[in-house]
Every structure is written in C-alpha cells, then in structure tokens.
C-alpha cells in the first residue's frame, strides 16, 4: 500500500513536468523577445539620431557651399561660381521639411528647429540681398552688407544651435545606448536564470525519475516475490490436489475390487448354487409336462445371463485380465467385448510398454471411459485405440468418426473425463482433448514409463513379454 502511494505520489509529481518543461520554455522565448524588441528600438533610436545628424549637418553643408559660391561669383563675376549658390539655395527648403519631417516626434528639439530654419532662412536671405546687389552693379552694397558680419553673426548662432541640437542627440544617444546595454544584461540576466531553472528542472526530473525508477524496481521486486510465493503456493497445492486425487482414485479402485469380490463371492456362489438346484429338479422332473420343463430351461439361461451379467460388472470393476495376462491384452479384450456389445468397429494397435501397476490400470481406465462415451454420445461406426511406445513415454490415443462436438460449449466433466484428467496427470502425465462437431473427438493420453533393465528394454521395445 504504501508503495503504491509512493508510485501514485511520483507520478503526481511528474505530471508538473511537461507544464514546468513548456513554462521554461514560454519563459525563455518571451525573455527573448522582450530584449530583442527593446534592442531593436533601442538601434532604431540610433539610427534615427544618427540619420538626424547627417541631415543637419548636410544643412550646414548647402548653407556653406551656397555661402562658398556666393563668395567666389562675388569675387570673379564668372557664372560657374553662381551656380554651386543657386543649387544649394534650391536645395535648402528641401531640406529644411526633410528635418521638420525627422524632429515631428521630438519635442525636446522643436524650439531649436524653429531656430535653426529661421537662421538658416536669414542667412539665405543675406545672401541672395549681396547677390542681388551685385547683379545690379551695386558692387559697394553688396560689399557693405558683406561687411556689417550679419552672415557671420548668422552662421555663429547656426553652429551654436546645431552644437546644442547634437548635444541633445548626445544625451539621446546615451540614454539609447544605456537601454541597449541594460536590455542586453536583462537579456543575459533572463537567459541564465532560465538556464539555472532548466538545469534545477532537470535535476529535479532526473532525481524524481530516479525514486521513480526505484519505486518501480521495488514494486518490481515486490510483485515477483508476490509471484514466487503464488507460484510456490500453487506449486505445493497442486501437489497436494495430485495426492487427493491419486487418494481418491486408490480409494475408488480399492472400493471396486471390493465390490468386485463381494459380487464374485457372495452373488457368484448364490448364482451357482441356483443353478445347480435348478439342476437337480430338472433331473427329478423327467416325466414333467412340457409347460414346467420349458420354464426350467428359461430359469437356467436367465441364470447363465446373470453370472454373464455379473462375471462382466466383476471384469468392469476389477479387470482380472489386466492383472493376470498384462495391459496389452486387457485391452484387446476390453475393445473386442465393446466391439461385439456395440456392434462397432474397433481397430487396435498396441504395443508392449512399460508402466507401473497403478498407471497401467490408468490407462485401462482412460480406454475404458472413452469407449463408454462413444457408447453413449459419439455415434461412431469405428473407433481406433492406439498404444506406443516413445521411449520415456508411453502414448495412448483412441480417436472416433462420430458426431464430435465444440469443446469450448461442453465442459470437460459433461463428458466424465474430468477424474481421467486428474488421474493421468496424478503420475506425470498428460490428457488432451480433441473434437469438432461432425468431425469425430480424439482423446490422447501421455505416461511416463518406469525404467528397465538394459537387457530387457529392447524386447519390450518390439513388443516382446
């Protein structure tokens, strides 16, 4: 009992493990995905920093390359120097909504944005003012302006506000790295204690599957003990249903050759002795009438009938032919007389065998029960009785072409060769039946022979006494 709750009580336990082993794993992937979401964000922020920068300092970039131009085409009056001007102030309104489009979701950078596009937009404006000056020949003007420094003042507090802006994507850039760097320790963080748990998931399996392992050994080992002592215990009381059974049929048979002498004893001399006063009246009434002398010849044979009678009950209860001329011969008078009683064929083929008194009257007693169950069920028109001789064995067949039956529907007392079954197996033997209806039924019988002598056993072997 208390291995059993054992078992139940592991078995309860591991029935946590595959939902354990799935948790872990559910775990472990959302971890994952967790920190690869995080780090995914986190490089996108830097990307967009980073994107953010080139565009301002590409803003930059046009402002000097169209101050550049502006400068040169002032200096040489050659158009090639306009032309890097014209294509940078067309390019910076462009650029300009390219970085309102980059700093919409950033607050923190939408004052310097202002101020950026408005610088950028004064110093464009300065600009095309000397540009326009000097086209119209106002070259003085254009230089005047030139020289008040309102582009230089202009260019200043635009690289001040990109400083600032870029300082601002420093703090950003940071904090993203920062985020990337705690996302990957949580991520290294999550992972080992996952392992950790998988490896003390393990451990907890592999101990839980050992106690398993040596509940099942245990209740292995109890269950062949529980088995070895059945086994034994069936062992023993087979044995002693085998006596019982060698006891009764001793008894039985010990009761038959009593009944047997009784009958051979007391009706046979009361038989004999009315037989012969019945001769003695008929020698007396010569001169009788007709009438008296036909009902003592009808006295007489019923009297020869009844020692027949009683001479056959003595031979069925104590075969005196199997004690007097041996097995052989018994029972080829037991199958002659049930030949000539039933009107059935019988084909004999007997050997010499060698058998204890007790297993050869075993034998005689299966032959016998099986004739009378042709008798009485079979229907058979032949029957053939077999006896050979197989070294330690001796086989017995006696098979019949009557009307069968199914074994499985009719148990084996039904047909009175349960006792046989017993009987034959009371001195190490073996009875089987065989039948299907319509097909006849073949009894078969194996005893085991007693050894003997070197000298004797190849006449018996070819069936010589």
Not at 230 to 254: G, N, P, Y
Not at 298 to 304: A, F, G, P
């Amino acid at each position: 009992m208390m291995l059993t709750r054992s078992l139940e009580l592991i078995a309860r336990r591991r029935a946590w493990m595959a939902p354990l082993v799935v948790a872990v794993a559910v775990a472990f992937l959302t971890v994952n995905e967790v920190t690869y979401q995080r780090a995914r964000d986190g490089m996108a922020l830097g990307d967009e920093i980073q994107t953010q920068r080139s565009e301002v300092r590409r803003l930059q970039l046009l402002l000097q390359a169209a101050e550049a131009g502006q400068r040169g085409y002032m200096l040489t009056g050659q158009p090639e120097y306009k032309e890097p001007y014209e294509q940078a102030n067309l390019q910076l309104e462009a650029q300009l909504a390219r970085l309102r489009a980059l700093f919409a979701d950033d607050p923190d950078a939408q004052d310097n944005l202002r101020e950026i596009e408005d610088l950028t937009r004064r110093k464009a404006s300065e600009l095309k003012t000397t540009v326009e000056l000097f086209e119209g020949s106002n070259v003085s003007g254009a230089l005047e302006v030139v020289k008040t420094g309102i582009g230089l003042d202009h260019m200043r507090a635009l690289d001040k506000l990109v400083a600032a802006t870029a300082a601002l994507e420093e703090v950003k850039m940071a904090g993203a790295r920062r985020d990337l760097i705690n996302t990957l320790l949580l991520n290294r963080v999550g992972i080992a204690a996952l392992v950790l748990a998988s490896l003390l998931s393990l451990a907890w399996m592999l101990k839980q599957s050992k106690r398993l392992d040596a509940a099942r050994e245990e209740q292995r080992a109890e269950l062949q003990r529980q088995r070895d002592r059945l086994e034994t215990e069936v062992e023993s009381r087979t044995v002693e249903l085998t006596e019982l059974a060698r006891h009764l049929q001793t008894v039985r048979e010990d009761e038959r050759s009593r009944l047997a002498r009784e009958l051979h004893d007391e009706l046979g001399g009361l038989l004999t002795a009315a037989k012969l006063d019945v001769a003695r009246v008929k020698s007396r009434l010569k001169g009788a009438p007709p009438e008296i002398s036909e009902r003592i010849g009808h006295l007489v044979q019923s009297l020869d009938a009844g020692i027949a009678l009683k001479r056959r009950i003595i031979e069925d209860l104590r075969p005196s032919t199997l004690s007097n001329l041996g097995l052989t011969a018994a029972l080829e008078v037991l199958c002659g007389e049930f030949a000539r009683r039933t009107e059935v064929k019988v084909d004999t083929d007997i050997d010499e065998v060698s058998l204890a008194h007790d297993v050869q009257l075993t034998a005689y007693r299966v032959v016998q029960e099986a004739l009378t169950n042709v008798s009485k069920y079979a229907k058979a028109r032949q029957v053939h009785v077999r006896l050979r001789n197989d070294g330690t064995v001796a086989r017995l067949s006696v098979r019949d072409d009557g009307a069968g039956f199914d074994t499985g529907g009719v148990p084996m007392r039904a047909r009175g060769l349960a006792g046989m079954r017993f009987r034959v197996a009371s001195h190490g033997g073996r009875l089987d039946l065989s039948s299907q209806p319509g097909k006849g039924t073949t009894i078969e019988a194996q005893l085991p022979q007693i050894a003997l002598p070197a000298e004797n056993a190849p006449a018996n072997a070819h069936g010589v006494a």
